[in-house]
Every structure is written in C-alpha cells, then in structure tokens.
C-alpha cells in the first residue's frame, strides 16, 4: 500500500529534487518574476521564479529562482551575477 501512494507524486515533487534554487537579490522593484524568469532563462532552463512580499532585513527585494538541467551550479551562480537590470547588478548565491 506504502508502494502505492509513492506513486502519485506529483510533477512537482519530482521537479524539487532534480533541480537547484538559487537566491538572487538587488533588483528594481519594478521586476515581475517574468521579467526575471526571462533575464535568468539565457543563463540555463528556469522552471519557477518565486519573490516573496516581504523584502530582506537590508530592505531589499529577493527572489527564488528555480533551474533543472543544471551542469554546473558555480558557473551558473557566476553568470546570474553578471546580469545587469538597469542600474542594478543582480547578485546571486546557491
């Protein structure tokens, strides 16, 4: 019975295991999560952009950006930082 149930699992639990989210932060507050997931999406296959309401203690706004087929999560990390949203030099961290 225990077998049975593990087997409906839905596409979402199977996406948070194969894949790495990566904390991004410094941002407009102008950005949507499309916009976002559009920036991120050059870098390598997004699959979910979540920013949160409430902004981190420094006062600035961050976001969770979810990737799957990742190779290289350092390399990643590395080119997420070299995004450049107007005046705003995106910062990412694993």
């Excluded at 920036?39 to 902004?55: L, M, Q, R, S």
């Amino acid at each position: 019975m225990n077998d049975r149930h593990r087997s409906f699992k839905s596409k979402e639990d199977l996406t948070k295991k194969i894949s790495h989210s990566i904390f991004v932060t410094n941002f407009p507050d102008s950005i949507t999560s499309r916009d976002l997931w559009r920036e991120c999406n050059a870098y390598g296959t997004v699959v979910d952009v979540f920013i949160p309401f409430k902004k981190s203690k420094a006062g600035k706004r961050f976001a969770f950006v979810r990737f799957v087929k990742v190779l290289n999560l350092e390399r990643l990390v590395k080119n997420l930082c070299t995004i450049w949203i107007g005046r705003h030099h995106l910062y990412a961290n694993q």
